[in-house]
């Protein structure tokens, strides 16, 4: 970390990352099962996962447009303080008409996490020490979810030892209000964060007007490809705890530390990125993370056996996280500065689009196929997608330069040798 130089404002901005990751990593795993003891079926769950994600369809060009014009900071503070108020009022309130209004709510909210993220990570780094920035904050931040899932499987026991005799639904609904509360325990690192000015480039007359109507180059390419990736994610990862539990019949207290060690799976590889990146070269990293998910998924739909069943979904885990740290670096390091927010809510804004419909239709497809069926399709879908960024993106590897070092004269050019 010493070596990689690392600002004060990154360290501030891991923390709020930190506390926001680690609460609604816990929620988001735990909030299906929640609804399954509340007898929703993965019909309903996925009209749900669908409401979320089609409020952030809506909120995610307009964040971006307003994270451009006020700044990220005040969005950040906004996307904190409304996200744990809203994900909280859906543990309370549980009727089926107010789980679809609160979930488009939420989505509308979180989305705006997401748009501040990428621009905020990427001002906050340089060109030297990014790939290592984005790995580190994707890692860390879901590794401490390992502790979570802990909780999440053995707190019914350890409260029955205290004396406290609760149904595993007043369980789940406690450990959900409290990942809320750890989430907006991040709020205290946001009002401290100073983001630095953006680096303004010198511009010709006709970019400057080729950017007022017209994406850049790079996202013509990179949108559609990053939307379906996004897409074969959101056909599994809502349901992935669901399968385990319905399909495998998996009890609650080892789907904790299946889920523990997901995050551990997650930590370790996330921190290997780099060493992938370097070796491999970006686009080539990312296209081998793609295709071993696919593989991945393809052999959880062919098992029967709950251990092998665990195996491969450790492995899915690991390999789906492993390429979103090269995803976003790349996003980030190919569009100017001054573009990179409205870049962030146009990727968010695709992603979110598609997987609106991929976890919706998911839910409905497993409800009338089966986990095996469909899982088989996914990963058909998943290898394809793979390829069609092998082609779309790669094609521009050599054709479209990384963003500029910093000019000459600016103190992070300094380098230090030995």
């Not at 107010?98 to 989505?107: D, E, N, T, Y």
């Not at 385990?244 to 990125?273: E, Y």
């Not at 598609?354 to 469909?374: E, K």
Request: aromatic share 12%; proline share 5%; glycine share 10%.
């Amino acid at each position: 970390m010493q070596e990689k130089n690392l600002s004060r404002g990154f360290w501030i901005f891991f923390t709020a990352a930190f506390f926001f990751d680690f609460g609604f990593a816990i929620y988001v795993f735990l909030f299906n099962l929640y609804l399954l003891d509340l007898h929703f079926n993965e019909r309903m769950m996925g009209l749900i996962g669908g409401a979320m994600t089609l409020g952030s369809v809506v909120g995610t060009l307009p964040a971006g447009l307003l994270g451009r014009k006020f700044g990220i900071r005040p969005l950040m503070i906004v996307c904190f303080i409304a996200s744990t108020v809203l994900c909280a009022l859906r543990v309370v309130i549980v009727w089926e008409n107010a789980q679809l209004i609160l979930a488009f709510l939420s989505g509308l909210a979180m989305c705006q996490w997401g748009v501040c993220f990428l621009p905020a990570l990427a001002r906050l780094t340089t060109e030297e020490n990014r790939a290592s920035a984005f790995s580190l904050i994707f890692s860390v931040s879901i590794g401490t979810a390992t502790l979570g899932g802990i909780v999440c499987g053995y707190l019914q026991q350890w409260l029955k030892m205290a004396g406290f005799v609760l149904q595993p639904v007043e369980v789940k609904k406690i450990i959900l209000l409290s990942a809320c509360g750890i989430a907006a325990m991040g709020l205290a690192a946001v009002l401290r964060l100073k983001m630095p000015a953006p680096l303004q480039e010198e511009q010709t007359p006709q970019e400057s007007q080729r950017k007022n109507w017209m994406p850049h180059p790079f996202l013509l390419r990179y949108l559609p490809a990053m939307a379906l990736w996004a897409a074969v994610i959101a056909a599994f990862t809502p349901f992935a705890n669901v399968y385990l539990s319905k399909n495998l019949h998996v009890p609650m207290s080892h789907i904790g530390l299946i889920f523990s060690l997901a995050q551990v799976v997650q930590f370790c590889v996330g921190l290997l990125t780099p060493v992938l990146f370097r070796r491999l070269g970006m686009i080539p990293g990312i296209v081998v993370t793609q295709v071993a998910t696919a593989v991945s998924l393809g052999c959880l739909a062919a098992t029967h056996n709950p251990q092998v069943a665990v195996g491969l979904y450790l492995g899915f885990s690991g390999l789906q996280w492993m390429s979103a740290p090269g995803l976003y670096n790349l996003l980030m390091s190919r569009v100017p500065d001054e573009e990179r927010s409205t870049a962030a809510s146009g990727a968010l804004f695709c992603n979110a689009v598609v997987a609106s419909g991929a976890t919706a239709g998911a839910g409905i497809l497993f409800v009338r196929f089966g986990y095996p069926h469909v899982l088989m399709g996914i990963a058909a879908m998943a290898f394809v997608v793979a390829m069609l960024f092998w082609l779309l993106v790669g094609s521009m590897d050599r054709g479209v330069p990384m963003q500029p070092k910093t000019k000459v004269g600016s103190l992070r050019e300094i380098e230090v040798e030995g």
